[in-house]
């Protein structure tokens, strides 16, 4: 008997669940996008027919992930392209959803003022914020997704110079990194308390190659870094991005994707920690479609982000769902 390809629509249908709570308001504050030929295949059709599928999805918000670059431009440039791309498919359609868009900048550069002006340009007004992310793998060669950051760009004072300018202007800055580096974010988040920091996917911790052995080990330090990070009153977490392949659940290769309760019993305390830690108003709850999509379905997920928040009060859920992304991101 073959089965179904993991990470299809085939695949994913194999679970399907009614939705909870179906008219419960969401902003999804990361997801990412590709032309066709790019990247994972995702396009705005694509993000609508998960978000459509049931949940109440009002607004989401693009992350930068290299997508539709101008090759053709210089280097520091070429990250425009996307920024152009995301707009024009945020403005032309028909049923609007992307309100935010997160771009890449090389914020070392002296020239960081011209290049801000240059995404809220292209942006038409959607810009943000910058991920110019620390993720540096420490084995590349176990992950799918290596993060290439430069060694201790964290410390370089051209960079907190950037970081530090973002909160000058306004804009937030966003870093995906892995647990190993959770102490590097904690410097920078000292060093530069003017700029709202957004924690990216709990500081991904990794489950695969060398790490795949060591995940209760991993979690006891994690959870002392995340309790320390949220001392940071400049710092937010976006929690969620948890079931990419390099976490290591290794739902991306299995047969049938996880139920919301076979995903709740796996990464709840992951979650139930951050907002312990940092608050339901210093939380936003994430997709990190279509990377996490490789994994479970749109509808699953949000669902077992419902029942695991079933205990936390209104107003502490509408933070979680809608009000801290909106607050963080201006929208």
């Known amino acids: 008997m073959t089965h179904p390809t993991p990470g299809t629509q085939e695949w994913l249908d194999q679970v399907v669940e009614d939705i909870i709570e179906p ?3 969401i902003l999804d504050p990361h997801h990412h996008m590709w032309p066709p030929g790019q990247g994972l295949p995702y396009t705005r059709d694509d993000l609508h027919r998960d ?43 028909p049923n609007p959803l992307i309100a935010g868009i997160i771009s890449s900048i090389d914020l070392r550069r002296d020239d960081r003022d011209e290049l801000i002006d240059a995404h809220l340009t292209a ?3 959607l810009f943000r914020g910058v991920r110019d992310a620390l993720a540096r793998a420490s084995h590349p060669e176990a992950m799918m997704i290596p993060g ?23 804009f937030t800055y966003d870093s995906w990194h892995y647990h190993h ?6 410097e920078l988040a000292r060093a530069t308390p003017g700029t709202t920091m957004v924690l990216d996917h709990f500081g991904t911790p990794v489950g695969v190659g060398p790490y795949a052995s060591q995940r209760e080990e991993i979690f006891a330090q994690w959870k002392k870094d995340i309790a320390e990070i949220a001392k940071c009153p400049n710092v937010v977490a976006k929690i969620g991005g948890l079931a990419m392949p390099d976490n ?12 919301s309760d076979e995903f709740i019993a796996q990464q709840s305390r992951y979650y139930l920690h951050a907002i312990e830690c940092f608050s339901p108003a ?7 479609f279509p990377v996490d999509r490789l994994s479970l379905s749109y509808g699953v997920l949000w669902n077992a982000y419902k029942k695991m928040t079933a205990h936390f009060s209104a107003s502490e859920r509408s933070d979680l ?9 201006k929208l």
């Open 23 to 25: 008219d419960l308001p």
């Open 51 to 93: 978000a459509d599928a049931g949940h109440n999805i009002v607004k989401t918000i693009f992350m930068e992930c290299g997508s539709a670059y101008n090759r053709d431009a210089p280097e520091h440039l070429r990250s425009l392209g996307e920024t152009a791309y995301v707009a024009d498919q945020a403005f032309s359609d």
């Open 123 to 125: 942006s038409r007004g």
């Open 148 to 170: 290439t950051c430069p060694e201790n760009l964290y410390l370089d004072p051209s960079f907190r110079r950037g970081v530090a300018r973002l909160g000058e202007r306004g």
């Open 181 to 186: 580096q959770n102490r590097e974010f904690l």
């Open 248 to 259: 290591g659940f290794g739902w991306h290769t299995a047969e049938c994707p996880p139920t």
């Open 282 to 288: 210093r939380c936003m709850l994430e997709s990190n």
């Open 321 to 329: 769902f809608y009000g801290t992304a909106a607050r963080t991101y």
